[in-house]
């Protein structure tokens, strides 16, 4: 209806009115809420206005009598209920975390979200009441805790709705369909996060809870509670109905756009403009990248390395990037995201800022870590970042592969003195006074707190200190005019004393459920471990990883999942699937032995398959295991990387060495769709820009003779390199099946050779260690 016309059609337009304006404006008033989250009586009373008003003008005009009116707004007159939730028992005992089958014994009957809550949601006629939680932290613990604790929540929820938990770490397209609703609302995403659906699987309303409790939420759970009730009670068919015409409307925003501009950018070119504008967003005072969020900025660290080493930057550029991929590496390993007294890292900052981190660790942010300093430390020759990153993977095999721990999280007040925060009265009951002054330096301690008022404006964290480790050992002793090994010693006591205190103060939650991307994470970090140091046993451990993979996680058959323990199996998202692929692949460049890419191209052939091509990015999920009725797509880095990107890695290598039609055709919708987001503005999606290193026309480096030699091996390992391997592909000389073919090559020198190959050209051959070193350079750096 368009104000300033005629209304031909009275009735019609009060529908339209009714539903288009009444609900939303009555809803809208209903669901929000003032600073303190406890709501307005003034705001509801106005809210109900537009109600009064329109059930004023139904009672004189509708000659429809009230049981006829009833039956047309209740979307389910035609049928019976055949179920009733308060029949249904809790089914956490099978959930797939720890985390879920944690709440088995919980009153609350919980009900596995899969598509069977679908149909009981439509046999008992109510709506999906859906809480969707974070292994990491306390708060989705806390939550989901006194909801089951709390009698009046307990009866609200489950009396009126199919209840159900989701954990995000099972289904990861859930979290980005909260994003999203978020998004919609112009709201920050939390979690937990509460979110009713239909019968059908359409999201009615959301509300990110986060670290609530008390008082705060039972009103927020109580008044989202009542509304949906008064809503499905008044018209189950509008509330149906409206959310299924949301979702799809929803369907046609996030639909990617993959139309070619006017004017195409090649891949090369997206790679200079980005790296460029990335590198330009980097701030001194800061020691950061502006607006790139709280999670570790892995794959931004590692596109500002690698754009350091790209001839096709001018030289200024490729020295600020060298300059900001250098102090963000220090500030990741020498300030407060990582945890000074174990080695291992936390999983996020709670801003921008380096000092104040979430206290929560994972394995697969981990794991990523200790191949970005890996990689970061042969980019920019700092053999400093490439032994953390050495001895942070070591960390990670014994004290949690080893042990099948995926995340820890500690409970209660984890920001209590005393735990990972520290003030000097419980500092001072620790160490001992010389022992305080070495902690003093070495860690940045201040007694007043050394958390900066731009991180705390509000002064929560007065008085308390973060641990960081920017001072070394050599200016800890010229400071306190002790030896080195004094101070050494001192400091191993004094991490001892503190975790010692730490592990009193605060219990931590295990998780350990291991996803395949969290295999395929450390497999890829061993990878690089085992190119840097040339170890047999280090190949070994990565191949050891790798056949655990596809024993355990593949199935030829059925496919990839994500989870794969006892009878748990989940379906793997096309994102696993690429991260797979792409270890997988980085393994056979590291070995050529066509296992591994065989292994590689079939578990990516598959995912191609189900995940869907039509010259379209691929689906999040397959269509079969939709629960919501929704198409996501991975096209954004919402949590630290995308689909999009990581599938962009995997498929042009594999493209570089198949040619197979549809890996480009992907590529090139890929690159058709960030095109469309770079225009006119800054894109920060540096998991794809790195995959526009290797090119519009691959650099394949052809290994000829025998690769098994000790120069054969030799030439493998200096190719394997990153500052090598982030802008070429390798294979061997040697006809397969699995390999595009090769012509108007020269013939192979002495006992192996390399030649460099782009668009069929020979760029050049070597035969000794040294020239391949000086073509490489002078190709890959201009040097």
Known sequence: MKFGKPIPDWPRAMESFRS?????????????????RGGSIMRTYFSILPLLYFFLLTSCSDEKTKKEKDVEKDYFSNTQTTDDVNDFKNEMATGETDFLRSLSNHQIAWQKWNHKILEKARNTQRPIFALLCSPLGSASRTVVDELNENRALREIISSQAVCTVIDSSVNPEIANLGYRLSNEEKRSAAFPMIIWFSHEGSPIASDPVGNISGSKLKVIVSNLANVIEDLWKKSSRYTVENSRSENEKRQLRIEPNIEELK????????????????????????KNLDFIGGLIPSSSIELLAIGSHSASLPGDVREKSREAAKIM???????ALKDHLTGSYFYARRTDDWTLPFFSKDLLSQAKVAAT???????????????????LLELLESEWLAKEISSKSPEGNADMPGAFLWDYRTLKKILSPDELKVATIAFSLEPTGNIPLETDPLGDYYNLNSLRSKTSSQE??????????????????????????RRNQIKTTSESTLTVKDL???????????NHTGSSAHLDAAKTTANKILSN?????KGLFRISANLTMVPARCHDAMVVGRSLNELYQATLDQHWLKSATAIVDHSIEQFGFSGKILTELAQEEQIVPLRQFSVSMIFGESTLGISDQTLSRLYALTKKEVYGGILDAHRRYIARQAEGRVVYHTDYISSCSLGD?????????????QLGKQFIATLNAPKHLSFLTIRPESASPLLTPLTGLPSAKGTASVVLVRSGEALGQVSTIEELTELLDSIISGE
Request: aromatic share 10%.
């Open 329 to 335: 590496t220090r500030e990741l390993t020498s300030g």
């Open 476 to 501: 800890v002793a010229d400071k306190l005019q002790l030896s080195v090994e004094v101070v050494s010693m001192a400091l191993t006591t004094i991490k001892s004393k503190l975790l010692t205190h």
């Open 553 to 557: 996680y593949w199935k030829p058959k």
């Open 697 to 709: 026309s691959a650099l394949v480096a052809v290994l000829q003779g025998d690769i098994s030699s």
């Open 20 to 36: 288009s304006f009444v609900w939303s404006f009555s809803l809208y008033f209903l669901l929000s809420r003032s600073p303190n």
């Open 373 to 391: 300093l890996m990689k970061v430390g042969n980019l920019l020759g700092d053999t400093q970042f490439t032994n953390q990153g050495l001895e």
């Open 263 to 286: 004017q195409p950018i090649t891949r090369n070119e997206l790679f200079q403009k980005e790296t460029r504008q990335l590198s330009s967003l980097y701030s001194f005072g800061d």
């Open 520 to 530: 395929a994470l450390v497999l890829r970090a061993q990878i690089l471990r085992a």
